[in-house]
């Protein structure tokens, strides 16, 4: 299927590694000019040549900063002002009881997964708006449908964003715009590997046990693939999905249990 989006110019905030790249490449291989981030410019190196690799014919520029800053934001706006596609995109905020997190800790998830996607779109909309065309992807997690305890910085401050984008999305669509929320479940990533390395810390067991208790808990039997998270995405963005808007797609393998 021909997603429609060759030449569209598409922002992936925090795509040096993770779901990020995999959506990046999915993206570039649809024919999108791209903009890659992250802080390191090393993993920025890595990605974008892994990118190349996958799509050789694929345009890239890589944009080193911190969304979750002024600075970032206006580093990765500079080099994309005008982006047809943008995928929000920070690290997750810490594990931990939450009877321990700082005042501090509460700013910082909330300035890194909440407020750094809005005023993302905010900056974004108007030429989006002008254009008639726009595909806004959040990627947050599954955690808004599925709290869980030792998640509470990440389910709080995402929770924030899920109700902004479905508060904006009725009057974006009217200009052709459409938002919606990627929630991802245990995708193999370093994102995954440090949290079921915290969790196995926490209940003095091995990286190894936690792996497999969660991969026997998944009914899928297996943990999701970035490419399948990347894919998703760009379905998405696609121009066949101009309809779909102010949804919450989670990507889990079918751990959560409810219907909504
Ligand atoms: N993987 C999962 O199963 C899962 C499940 C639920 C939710 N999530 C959420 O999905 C998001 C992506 O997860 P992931 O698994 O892909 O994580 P990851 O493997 O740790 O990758 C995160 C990527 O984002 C970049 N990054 C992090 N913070 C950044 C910032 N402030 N500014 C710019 N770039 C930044 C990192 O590079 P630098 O460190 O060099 O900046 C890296 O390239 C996270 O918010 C995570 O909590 C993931």
């Not at 997190?101 to 997964?113: P, Y």
Request: with cysteine; aromatic share 4%.
């Amino acid at each position: 299927m021909n997603l429609g989006i060759a030449g569209r110019s598409a922002l992936v905030c925090a795509s040096s590694n993770g779901l990020g790249l995999a959506c990046a490449t999915a993206l570039a291989a649809e024919g999108a000019a791209i903009v890659i981030n992250g802080r390191s410019a090393e993993s920025l190196d890595r990605a974008a040549a892994s990118l190349r690799r996958r799509v050789p014919d694929a345009q890239v520029t890589s944009v080193q900063g911190d969304v979750t800053t002024a600075g970032g934001r206006e580093a990765v706006l500079a080099a994309c002002p005008a982006p047809d596609i943008l995928v929000t995109n920070a690290g997750g905020p810490p594990v931990g009881d939450w009877r321990s997190f700082t005042e501090a800790d509460w700013r910082r998830a909330v300035d890194g997964n909440m407020l750094s996607a809005i005023l993302l779109i905010q900056s974004v909309m108007g030429a989006m708006m002008q254009k008639g065309f726009g595909r806004i992807v959040n990627i947050t997690s599954a955690v808004v449908k599925m709290p869980h305890e030792l998640l509470s910085l990440s389910t709080a401050s995402r929770l924030g964003l899920t109700g902004f984008a479905r508060s904006i999305a009725p009057g974006a669509i009217k200009h052709g715009i459409t938002i919606n929320n990627l929630l991802p479940e245990q995708f193999e990533t370093d994102r995954l590997r440090s949290n079921l390395g915290a969790l196995a810390k926490r209940n003095q067991t091995s990286l190894e046990e936690e792996v497999a208790k969660q991969i026997a808990a998944n009914p899928a039997g297996r943990f999701g693939k970035p490419e399948e998270f990347g894919a998703t995405c760009a379905f998405l963005c696609s121009a066949q999905a101009g309809y779909m808007t102010g949804q919450n797609i989670l990507l889990d393998g079918g751990r959560f249990p409810g219907l909504f």
